[in-house]
């Protein structure tokens, strides 16, 4: 299912998660973590549950959580509480390593037979360059991490675990660090066959700038990103969206193979294409993943 949009909602506000019920994106991720303090976090968990309870069965919109981290002393308690009928999946922060996943996934299978779920429904998507560990294990992704539904990143906590006093120079632009995360994120992703959700934009105020990021972004390989405001949810969508003339040409590059089925490159409009392009065509069309 898509991940274009991943709209955060911190689970303690029943204001926000009411705004949620309305929002176009295509998962809410209902936050137990970093949007939530530790004197809330037992409320949110009831509401986090009570809302996918409660909503799950009529929205199109998928639900994530995102659990506190494994080392947090919470993580057991959250995921005991929101395996649910209805929950697509779980956000995992501060994630070190693919074995994180294996752990997270174990408990799923217990959790998904408690709660009379068919194994395997509840994915994981791991934020997965938040510890200076995480980034020295980004090769533990392939395709055998069980659960996968894409892979994210994210530059706050990096940069406050390395001990940096900003994740940018004094330009502005990222520092190498975190355009590495952005990068690594994007091949581990790969590597292991999911999509790649690029991290959030954090002036929620800023549409213009948030479709410039968005547009390099996409050019870069990421299929979808996280919203933090519900007015970012619309210009993301689009944004990862292929655009009309995007679909017509990749029709035409998928029947330019098929009108030759057995040449590995053609022509078209005087370019050479082979089967990198094909892959991507049908990428384009949701013909591959
Ligand atoms: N999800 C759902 N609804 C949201 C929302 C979100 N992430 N962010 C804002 N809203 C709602 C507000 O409650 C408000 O609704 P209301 O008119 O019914 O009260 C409306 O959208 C407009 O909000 P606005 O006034 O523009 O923003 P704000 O100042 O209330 O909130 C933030 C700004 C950044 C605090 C808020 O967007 C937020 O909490 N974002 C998510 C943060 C998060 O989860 N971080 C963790 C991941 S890094
Ligand atoms: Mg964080």
């Known amino acids: 299912m898509a991940l274009r949009s991943m709209l955060f909602v911190p689970a303690d506000s029943e204001r926000k998660l009411a705004k949620g019920l309305g929002s176009p994106a295509d998962a809410l991720i209902l936050d137990l973590e970093d949007a939530v303090a530790p004197a809330h976090k037992a409320a949110a968990r009831g509401s986090a549950t009570a809302f996918i309870a409660e909503h799950a069965a009529r929205l199109q919109t998928q639900l994530y959580v995102r659990i506190n981290p494994l080392d947090s002393g919470l993580a057991m308690q959250d995921l005991a509480a929101v395996v649910v009928p209805g929950l697509a999946g779980i956000m995992l922060p501060k994630t070190r390593s693919a074995d994180d996943i294996r752990r997270v996934a174990f408990c799923l299978d217990a959790l998904e037979a408690r709660a009379g779920i068919a194994p395997g429904t509840v994915r994981i998507v791991p934020v997965a360059t938040e510890t200076a560990q995480a980034m020295l294990t980004m090769a533990s ?27 940018r120079d004094a330009d502005g632009s990222l520092s190498p660090l975190y355009t590495l995360a952005n990068s690594m994120c994007l091949c581990a992703a790969a590597a292991a066959g999911v999509p790649a959700i690029d991290t959030l934009y954090a002036d929620f105020r800023d549409a213009a700038g948030l479709v410039a990021s968005c547009a390099v972004s996409r050019r870069r390989g990421f299929a979808g990103r996280i919203a933090i405001h519900p007015d970012q949810v619309a210009v993301i969508n689009e944004a990862f969206s292929p655009s009309e003339a995007e679909l017509a040409h990749a029709r035409r590059v998928v029947e330019a193979f098929a009108a030759q089925p057995d040449a590995g490159t053609v022509g078209l409009d005087g370019a050479m294409l082979d089967m990198p392009h094909l892959k991507q065509a049908r990428r384009t069309l949701g013909l591959e993943g």
């Not at 992704?141 to 940096?164: C, H, K, N």
């Open 141 to 167: 992704y392939t395709r055998d991490v069980p659960r996968l539904a894409g892979i994210t990143w994210g530059a706050e906590d990096l940069s406050a675990a390395i001990g940096a006093i900003s994740n």
